[in-house]
């Protein structure tokens, strides 16, 4: 096709799409990242009730889903309008308030679309034009909502996680990024690392120190990359965990034994090593004379 054969010549071009298609995916993950949880719970407790209540006839719920109901302000509940949903645009033009209320709007919605944008464009930069390019895009997307789902409800839905993983498993069963057994191995370990260190924790403390999600979040990085990023994946994340996990509850006012999410962390420090591990591994052991 003569548009496929252009962008694959023309790295600006395709790097400028991605990033155009990148903003558009943005606004949708907004939408994404605050109704797939309020799904889920509404989910969970009509199964509860009818778990607890089988003889009661449940009334049907109101219809709430990624689509329905359509995009309002949170403030008047007036309907957006498909001017207004322009991404970054749409924000700028109406100086981040509300086109009917004149409440502000939360600076957080176009900064998810400009992080989505920019990173598209900076793997299209980096992989080229090519199916490696197509997958790491639909990886990257994935991370960014359950990454800010992580931090605003310390979950990470099984809708996402799961499919991701069977996802990286097949992409590398063509060899896109490693071979199908490191891959397989690479989900079995990652999961199976923090696995182990969830129950050595617990048999020292009597304490969780963080939750299933995160297991099946780095087994699914083991399945895109391979049981290789694996350890510079847990090295970055803990590292960085630590740190910003440090200045978030000082900054708050709150005590160490606070929870935070694991989970952001991972998806960070994951795709840094899917991107750059090789660069970063090399140029250590370089550094360190190896």
């Keep these: 096709m003569p548009l496929l054969d252009y962008l694959a010549s023309h790295v600006l071009a395709f790097v400028l799409l991605c990033g155009l298609l990148g903003l558009i995916v943005g ?13 889920l719970e509404r989910d969970w407790r009509r199964q509860c009730q009818e778990m607890l209540e089988p003889e009661v006839e449940q009334p049907p719920l109101p219809t709430y889903n990624l689509i329905l109901p359509h995009s309002h302000c949170p403030h008047c509940q007036s309907e957006i309008k498909p001017w207004q949903n322009l991404p970054v645009i749409s924000y700028l033009i109406l100086r981040g308030r509300c086109g009917h209320c004149k409440e502000r709007i939360s600076p ?33 997307w994935a991370l960014i909502s359950l990454s800010l789902i992580d931090a605003d ?5 099984d809708v ?5 993983l069977w996802l990286g498993l097949i992409v590398n069963s063509f060899g ?3 071979d199908l057994g490191t891959a397989l191995w690479g989900a079995v370990l990652g999961y199976l690392s923090l696995w182990s260190v969830y129950w050595l ?13 995160d297991f099946k979040l780095l087994a699914m990085l083991g399945a895109w990359g391979g049981w290789q990023v694996l350890p510079l ?13 440090i200045i978030i509850l000082k900054t708050r006012g709150q005590s160490n034994t606070t929870p935070l ?23 250590y052991l370089k550094f360190a004379g190896f």
């Design 201 to 213: 924790f617990k048999l020292v403390t009597g304490k969780e120190g963080m939750g299933y999600g």
């Design 176 to 178: 896109l990024f490693t």
């Design 153 to 157: 409800t310390q979950l990470l839905p």
């Design 108 to 140: 957080r919605y176009p900064l998810v679309e400009l992080l989505t944008g920019g990173l598209s464009m900076l793997i299209a930069w980096q992989l080229g034009f090519g199916w490696a390019a197509a997958a790491m895009l639909l990886l990257t």
């Design 27 to 39: 606004s949708f993950l907004n939408v994404v990242i605050h109704r797939l949880p309020i799904m």
């Design 261 to 283: 999410p694991f989970g952001p962390y991972l998806a960070i420090a994951g795709w840094i090593a899917l991107i750059w591990g090789d660069t970063i591994t090399s140029g």
């Design 233 to 245: 994946t847990i090295l970055l994340s803990s590292l960085v965990g630590a740190i910003l996990g």
């Design 160 to 164: 996402i996680v799961l499919p991701m």
